[in-house]
Each structure stands twice: as structure tokens, then as C-alpha cells.
């Protein structure tokens, strides 16, 4: 009987798996070898995705994964062994350290690569002070923009609730704006809304206008 679709995926996966391994392996080289400055680009992200076609964002991706298994033992193994997914060794090496990593590898056992993330947030406030937790969620935080291939743009934001909720306002106020313009319409400038941010920015922190702030002029690019 010839396999059914799902088997040939998953099939299919596994090699995939093992190629990840290799890609992100290669990629932590490619940027220690310093090869993709002798080549011209500025960056080895650049390079890789100049390369594969790929957006910059994906290859730096790789490049990180690449070399936190240097530091990660336990988990390169499982990744290398394909016992760990790719998707889970994403996760699992942003927050693993030589403390934890028998931890967090084991909470990737057992917990499927939707439910990772969660199950390793409650994990860390389970062993952490508040001090250390927002240390931790400063140094997590990103902002990704990117254009579709569509050309719609798409924004991701992981940020910490006292500044995330400012983020969430200002692109609230430029939501309004937008569904409120014609389809061959241009939006007005948004003079007054900034105003509007930079108040609620003030009323916490710096780090929250600036963050606020950032927000507005990306979305006017």
C-alpha cells in the first residue's frame, strides 16, 4: 500500500529537519569566518538571503539558532539527532542557558511546539523575581516589519505590557486613520495623533515614547 499523504509529509519533515540542522550550522559559520565581509555584503544575514532569496529576517534567524547550540550542549544533540524540531529549537534556544537547558529540553518533550513558548514563560515566572522577569522581557523585545508577497506589510511586536499597551494605542489611533481613507486616498498627516502619543508616552517613560514613537514613523514608511 503506498503511503498515505500524511506519512509522505512527515517523511518529508524529517529530512527537512535534518537540513535545518545543517543550514543553521553552516549559516553560524559562514558569519564567524567573517566570509561575507570579503565578499562585500554588510552583513552575513544579507549575504545568505541574497543568496537563498529569502528575507534577512529568516537568516539572521539561523544565524542565531546556529550559534546558540555552540552554548547548548544538550540541545544541539536533540536537534542534531532529529528528537527536536526545528520550530522547537527556536524557541527553546532563546531562552535556555547552561542552568536551565535540562529544563527547558525536557518541557520540549513533552509539550507541542504551539504550547512550547507558554510552558516555558510559566516555567521562567516560576523562577524568577519580578525584577528579573522584566530584565528578562526588556532584552526580549523586537519589532518585525515586512512586506508580504502581497505587498501588504506586516508587523509583529513582542514587547512588555507597560510599553506594549502605548504601542497598541498609537497603532490603534493610526488604524482609525487608515480604514477612515479612501482606497485612492492618501493619509493625512498625523500631526495631532503624535502629539496624542507622545503625551501618553510621557505619562510612563522615555523608552515607552521612543518606542511609541518608532511605531508611528514605521508605519508612514
Do not use: C
Not at 540541545?75 to 535540562?102: C, G, M, P, Q
Amino acid at each position: 500500500m503506498a503511503p498515505s499523504l500524511v506519512e509522505q509529509i512527515a517523511s518529508l519533515g524529517v529530512e527537512l529537519n535534518a537540513n535545518q540542522y545543517k543550514v543553521v550550522r553552516l549559516a553560524a559559520a559562514y558569519d564567524t569566518t567573517l566570509e561575507w565581509f570579503h565578499e562585500g555584503f554588510k552583513s552575513p544575514a544579507v549575504a545568505i538571503a541574497h543568496a537563498l532569496d529569502i528575507h534577512d529576517s529568516t537568516a539572521r534567524e539561523w544565524i542565531r539558532v546556529g550559534h546558540a547550540l555552540d552554548e547548548l550542549p544538550l540541545v544541539h544533540d536533540a536537534f542534531a539527532t532529529k528528537t527536536l524540531s526545528y520550530a522547537k529549537t527556536r524557541i527553546v534556544t532563546r531562552w535556555a542557558d547552561s542552568e536551565n537547558e535540562v529544563d527547558l529540553l525536557e518541557l520540549a518533550h513533552n509539550r507541542t511546539a504551539n504550547r512550547l513558548t507558554t510552558a516555558i514563560a510559566k516555567y521562567l515566572a516560576d523562577d524568577e523575581t519580578d525584577d528579573e522577569r522584566d530584565q528578562r522581557q526588556h532584552e526580549n523585545r523586537s519589532v518585525t516589519v515586512y512586506t508580504d508577497a502581497d505587498g501588504m506589510v506586516i508587523i509583529r511586536a513582542a514587547l512588555p505590557a507597560n510599553i506594549g499597551k502605548y504601542v497598541a494605542a498609537a497603532m490603534d489611533t493610526i488604524i482609525q486613520k487608515v480604514v477612515a481613507t479612501p482606497v485612492d486616498g492618501e493619509v493625512e498627516e498625523l500631526a495631532e495623533e503624535d502629539l496624542a502619543i507622545d503625551e501618553l508616552g510621557a505619562s510612563n517613560d522615555g523608552r515607552t515614547a521612543s518606542v511609541a514613537e518608532t511605531t508611528v514613523a514605521t508605519s508612514r514608511r
